[in-house]
């Protein structure tokens, strides 16, 4: 299953409400580091505001992309996360990819006043989610969209984002899985709620429903907060489950031995093993 993607390297940052996470991003920039995710839990106390890090986060670096691991949808109104999305990665220069999920910790978002939804609620929540924020990064006028959950009342979109921002869906479930596989650009989960038998089930349950819908499985990027792990591990996570990102560390020292000892391993296997195989 490995779908030949680049493999990159990233940093998974704790919003913790302390000159932290910033000066992470910045380690993880100068290191080389591909991207740096944020998750975004609002009602924790001692956590800052996602989207804003997320944009402190950009301006103090220079290559690095960044996104919200994942973005708390029922917290976040779709047509105002599309026009805050397309407004970081213009001002970034296209380093923004858009993390979505379709909630959990449900007294939290209550208690936050976000809407009670059910299991199936909330994707299909989700699914609407995707459609609107979309349709305000086309550059189209008068949009209207007539949903259950979200609707578009002759809404003007724009500006555009500086690159196609990918939508990059945490999911478990098959529900959840099947609209990565037709809707997404990206499927992110956690090594430990998955482990290596459920992430090769999951990644064939998002190819089959890619192939469903007419697309090609390999277009969608497989990102896992995997936590510190060896080369050898990473490299079969690469070629025999399709990961293609993995969020490994946010320790200082950790993240200088990884990416100076670990992350040339791991790539240099992963070419020679891909130059192996017949064509």
Do not use: C
């Amino acid at each position: 299953m490995d779908y030949g993607q680049p493999v990159r390297f990233g940093v998974f940052v704790t919003p913790e409400a302390t000159e932290r996470p910033l000066k992470l991003a910045a380690i993880a920039d100068e290191l080389g580091f591909d991207v740096a995710g944020v998750q975004d839990h609002p009602y924790q106390r001692r956590f800052y505001d996602t989207w804003t890090l997320l944009t402190a986060m950009a301006m103090r670096t220079e290559r690095i992309t960044v996104f919200p691991d994942v973005a708390n949808v029922p917290l976040r109104p779709p047509a105002m996360l599309a026009k805050a999305a397309a407004t970081l990665d213009i001002l970034s220069g296209g380093r923004l990819e858009l993390g979505l999920g379709a909630g959990g910790f449900w007294d939290g978002i209550k208690a936050y006043n976000g809407p009670a939804r059910t299991a199936a609620e909330s994707v299909s929540a989700l699914e609407e989610a995707i459609q609107v924020m979309r349709l305000l990064w086309s550059g189209q006028h008068g949009i209207r969209f007539e949903g259950k959950f979200y609707q578009l009342m002759g809404a003007h979109s724009g500006p555009v984002p500086a690159h196609p921002v990918g939508i990059w869906l945490g999911a478990y479930r098959p529900r959840m899985l099947s609209l990565v596989g037709r809707l997404a650009d990206g499927w992110v989960p956690s090594y430990g709620y998955l482990k290596e038998p459920e992430l090769l089930e999951a990644g064939r349950r998002i190819d089959e429903a890619a192939l469903a819908a007419g697309r090609d499985p390999r277009a969608v990027r497989r990102v896992l907060n995997a936590g510190y792990m060896d080369a050898e591990q990473l490299v079969a996570l690469v070629t025999e489950y399709g990961i293609d990102t993995f969020l490994v560390t946010d320790d200082p020292d950790e993240m200088r031995t990884f990416m100076s000892e670990v992350a040339p391993r791991v790539r240099e296997e992963v070419e020679a093993r891909r130059s192996r195989r017949p064509d």
